[in-house]
């Protein structure tokens, strides 16, 4: 299996779309390389474009909030986008784009192999769940695909703009808590009944 790191190499300084015309930086991804739950968002903004770190805008600042209702620290997790690369003006990913750049997300989430996806707004649902409906009705639920649980949420941006969907965002998160916290005791039920075994 490709490490995450084999695979920065691959992408290097790519210019695959046209994308790599109006950036700044190249937004691979960050976290932990070992990472229970990895979450998807769809692409770099103006300050990630910036500091080459993904979510460190406002929407970051909001997400991390949002974790601690999970249980969870920023440093536990991985974090990667849909894009690699800011569309100007935040603009929506065009399909060519997600086509030229979804084989390295598809090679990260190989590499990490979480339990947990967690997709953050349209984009990465519809891309990691392999259809075209909208993120409101697919919100709330853990869905199954392969090996993955995966949890849309909406995209923490959305929310800022909108604050009607705060409460939403913090219900999902607190959905992801309870998702954790079953699977840890499951894998604890698990180890205790191979050692009494
Ligand atoms: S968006 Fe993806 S495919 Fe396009 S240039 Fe950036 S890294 Fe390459």
Do not use: W
């Amino acid at each position: 299996m490709i490490a995450l790191d084999d695979i920065m190499v691959e992408i290097g300084d790519c210019h695959r779309c046209s994308l790599a015309q109006t950036r700044t930086n190249l937004v691979f991804g960050v976290g932990n390389p070992n990472a229970e739950v990895m979450f998807i968002g769809e692409a770099p903004g103006e300050k990630e474009d910036l500091g080459a770190e993904p979510f460190i805008g406002a929407a970051g600042k909001y997400l991390n909030s949002l974790l601690a209702l999970a249980g969870l620290k920023r440093e536990e997790i991985y974090i990667a986008n849909v894009l690699k690369c800011r569309p100007p003006g935040n603009r929506d990913p065009r399909p060519e784009e997600i086509e030229s750049c979804t084989p390295f997300l598809r090679e990260q989430v190989r590499a990490i192999a979480p339990p947990i996806l967690v997709t953050l707004g349209r984009f990465a649902t519809q891309f990691i769940l392999k259809t075209d409906r909208g993120i409101t009705g697919l919100r709330g639920q853990v869905h199954i695909t392969g090996a993955f649980s995966v949890l849309p949420i909406f995209h923490p941006a959305a929310a800022i703009y909108d604050r009607n969907k705060e409460p939403i965002m913090e219900e999902d998160f607190r959905l992801l808590g309870r998702l954790l916290a079953k699977r840890r005791e499951e894998r604890t039920e698990r180890t205790v009944h191979k050692e009494l075994s």
